[in-house]
Structures are given as structure tokens and as C-alpha cells.
């Protein structure tokens, strides 16, 4: 039996990471509903409504898969197989949430006026046909200046966490224990990961934060979110970052143990998934692992299945439902890795593959 003082110190924690956690889950969901609201229904007045696949949502399953993700979360920081992540470490900054939620509100308005007109190419200019390729020229999202400038890089969190209201980093941290399996048996210090696709960084940050030992490769194709990335890991010191897309990396054959990617392949069309498996391949080591974290499929929840039918009619994403129907084993496989291990979390499914050794 663990002594009382243990008891009641992971007592205390325990209400620490509840009561951070509410006070997120209601500071973003407030921010959803108002967007939602501007956002209006799926079908401009006197269209007929959208011809649905499947089946309707089940409400009471949602709200329990929620539930169950910060009882999982919870229960891997108590077991030690992650850290109390950071936001929930410190205190907020409330001249950095106004900021933050100003932004929200005002950019908001500037998504739902692009929704209505399915203006959704506004960054595919002359200027930026050259240097990038086409499919990555859209608006997701019907977000304001794609991921091209240091304004959308800055906003882009508060973004995620409010379609999520909440729970967006607590889904992420579900692959840690994916990279803890990774890592054992190997030495931290020699052991080497690229996140394709970083982003800001969130979920490279979260590994440097548990594994600080680990050679850490940030890649992304947009220079705003890089540096991003960048001042959000400020002094670690074992990261390297790369500017180039997830298909054509430029990095050396057989250079990395973990190869991740959060949120995507949703993002690709079906020709670049294949391309970006293919690298994946060949940047691993033999034996090496790679993480995928994206959204649920069709049929993984089936009762979740009319919410991912309708999300990209909603939003901005002329991939997501091809990607739904995706089989991920057999596009990895034609790749040459082999399916290891599968969870659900929420609204994420995380998954990995091993190179054969």
C-alpha cells in the first residue's frame, strides 16, 4: 500500500490536471460554439440538404469517448509513461488568452464570409506557384493566408484545441507511449526521430519534454510554422529543422529510429500519401518505427462515422473523406512496413509500423 503522504500528493495532482483540464474543455468550447454559430449550416438557405451515407450520430458515445480520453490521459502521467504536460504545469497568461481569443473572434468572421463563397484558393498566387507544390496552394480549413504566414503559424493552436474544444493535445500525447515502446531497448542518446509535418511543433515539443536525450528532426514545408516550431522549443538544443515537403525530404537513407506524422496524410492527396509512404520507408532504420497519428476512419466508431462524412463539407479539406476510406495497412504495406500496434483516442487513431530489420 503507498504511504499516506504519496496518497494524497497524487491526490492533489490528480485535481490539478481535472481542474486544468475543465477550465480548457470550457474556454474552448465557448470559442466553438460562437464559431459554429458564424459559420451557419452546412447547406446555403434553399439548397437541398446533403445526401448522407451513414447513419446519425451517437451523442451519448461522443460524450463518453471525451470522458474516456482524459481518463486515459490522466492515467498515463499517473503511471509515469509522460510528463503533466506544460500547459497544464503553469499558470496561464491572461493577456496572452485575450490576445489569443481576440484573434479567434475577429479572424472567424473572415472564415465564415471565405466558407460562404468557397473561396478556398486565395494563396495559390504566382508568387508562391514556384515554390510549393499545387495541392498544398488552398486554404484549409478556409483558414486566413493558409499556412503561409507568421499570422496563420500564431493562430493556428488556438484553431485546433477550439474544433476540438479541448482535447486536441490530449489526443496528440496518446502516441508517447507509442514512442516509449519505440525507444526501448535503445540508447536515448544515440536514438533519432523526425516529425514530418511538425507544424508548430506541438508534438515534437511534447517528445523533447520526455525524451530530451533524442536527436529531434522538425520538417515542415511552411517557413512561418517552422518558426514557430523553433520559438516554441527555444533552448533545446538536439533539434534539427528542415523546410521541405513530407514526400521529398532530402534527408539520408536510413537515418531515423521514429518517423512520426500528426495529422497529414488527411491533408494529402491519395498519389502524395503513397510518395510520402515510400519516404517514410526510406528514412527508417531497419527495424525502425514509424507513428501515425491522423483522424478516425469510417467504421472505426461507426457511430462517429455522419461526423467525419460532414466535416469536410463543412470545412475546407478536399482530401479528408478519401483519406476516411484509406486502408492504411495496405498503404503502408505496398511501402514495405508492417502494421505493429492501433488505439483509438477520441477522434484520433494512432498507429504504427515497423521496417523490417
Not at 481569443?101 to 504566382?126: G, I, Q, W
Not at 503513397?274 to 497519428?293: C, F, N, Q, S
Not at 514495405?336 to 509500423?353: H, N, P, Q, R, Y
Request: a neutral charge.
Amino acid at each position: 500500500m503507498a504511504p499516506l503522504n504519496t496518497v494524497i500528493a497524487n491526490g492533489a495532482k490528480r485535481a490539478a490536471y481535472g481542474a486544468a483540464q475543465a477550465a480548457r474543455v470550457l474556454w474552448y468550447t465557448g470559442h466553438y460554439a460562437y464559431g459554429r454559430r458564424l459559420m451557419g449550416p452546412l447547406t446555403d438557405p434553399g439548397q437541398a440538404p446533403y445526401a448522407e451515407e451513414f447513419g446519425p450520430l451517437d451523442r451519448a458515445r461522443l460524450k463518453s469517448a471525451f470522458r474516456e480520453l482524459f481518463q486515459r490521459d490522466w492515467k498515463n502521467i499517473e503511471a509515469g509513461l509522460y510528463k503533466m504536460p506544460a500547459e497544464l504545469r503553469r499558470a496561464p497568461s491572461f493577456s496572452k488568452l485575450w490576445r489569443e481569443s481576440r484573434d479567434y473572434f475577429l479572424d472567424a468572421r473572415k472564415v465564415a464570409r471565405r466558407k460562404a463563397v468557397r473561396a478556398h484558393s486565395e494563396v495559390m498566387t504566382d508568387a508562391h506557384r514556384d515554390k510549393y507544390p499545387r495541392y498544398y496552394l488552398q486554404n484549409f480549413h478556409y483558414q486566413t493566408d493558409g499556412w503561409l504566414t507568421d499570422e496563420s503559424a500564431a493562430r493556428y493552436d488556438m484553431q485546433v484545441e477550439t474544433l476540438f474544444t479541448g482535447s486536441a493535445a490530449a489526443m496528440r500525447r496518446q502516441a508517447l507511449p507509442f514512442v516509449a515502446r519505440a525507444l526501448q531497448g535503445k540508447d536515448a542518446g544515440r536514438a533519432s526521430l523526425l516529425d514530418l509535418g511538425c507544424g508548430c511543433g506541438g508534438f515534437i515539443e511534447e517528445v523533447n519534454n520526455n525524451w530530451p536525450m533524442v536527436q529531434l528532426t522538425a520538417l515542415d514545408l511552411s517557413p512561418a510554422y517552422l518558426g514557430r516550431a523553433r520559438t516554441a522549443l527555444g533552448e533545446a538544443k538536439k533539434i534539427s529543422y528542415v523546410q521541405q515537403p513530407a514526400e521529398a525530404t532530402g534527408l539520408a537513407d536510413a537515418s531515423f529510429d521514429i518517423v512520426s506524422s500528426v495529422y497529414l496524410f488527411h491533408e494529402l492527396p491519395p498519389k502524395v500519401r503513397a510518395d510520402v509512404a515510400a519516404e517514410i520507408m526510406r528514412l527508417l532504420k531497419p527495424g525502425g518505427t514509424y507513428i501515425h497519428v491522423d483522424t478516425i476512419q469510417y467504421g472505426d466508431e461507426s457511430g462517429f462515422d455522419i461526423l467525419l462524412e460532414n466535416f469536410p463539407r463543412g470545412f475546407h479539406e478536399p482530401y479528408y473523406d478519401s483519406y476516411c476510406r484509406t486502408d492504411l495497412d495496405a498503404l503502408f504495406g505496398e511501402a514495405g512496413l508492417a502494421k505493429d500496434d492501433e488505439t483509438l483516442a477520441f477522434l484520433t487513431k494512432i498507429s504504427s509500423f515497423r521496417k523490417p530489420a
